[in-house]
């Protein structure tokens, strides 16, 4: 299996236990040379978005992929974790309606959860 579907079910299944709000997942891997995907979620207040990425960081490292960055935890309106094949962003409700990453990146490929099973 490629690294970055096991580390993006890694991560989605890191934000699900840690109940994260309307995961999307895209495939990026045809537009960009950023990574092969994006991750978004949000989280209700700012314990919430910074359990996601304990919990995101935590589980990833354990199975032996480390992150390459993290940045906005301290603020936990908009965290994005840096994993080289996958980036993870974390956001409060308000700032993931203002940015929309979903849009921004409309090129990419939307992937069902369950499709990366």
Request: aromatic content about 8%.
């Amino acid at each position: 299996m490629n690294h970055a579907k096991e580390m993006a079910k890694l991560a989605i299944q890191a934000l699900e236990d840690k109940k994260a709000e309307d995961i999307h997942v895209i495939d990026i891997s045809e537009i960009s040379v950023l990574a092969d995907y994006f991750i978004i979620a949000n989280g209700t207040n700012r314990n919430q978005v910074q359990a996601l990425i304990d919990n995101v960081d935590d589980t990833l490292g354990r199975a032996g992929y480390p992150d390459r960055k993290i940045e906005g935890y301290d603020s936990a309106n908009w965290a994005l974790m840096d994993y080289k094949d996958i980036i993870v962003h974390v956001f409060d409700k308000e700032n993931r309606l203002f940015y929309d990453l979903e849009r921004i990146w409309r090129d990419g490929k939307k992937i069902a959860l369950e499709d990366l099973q």
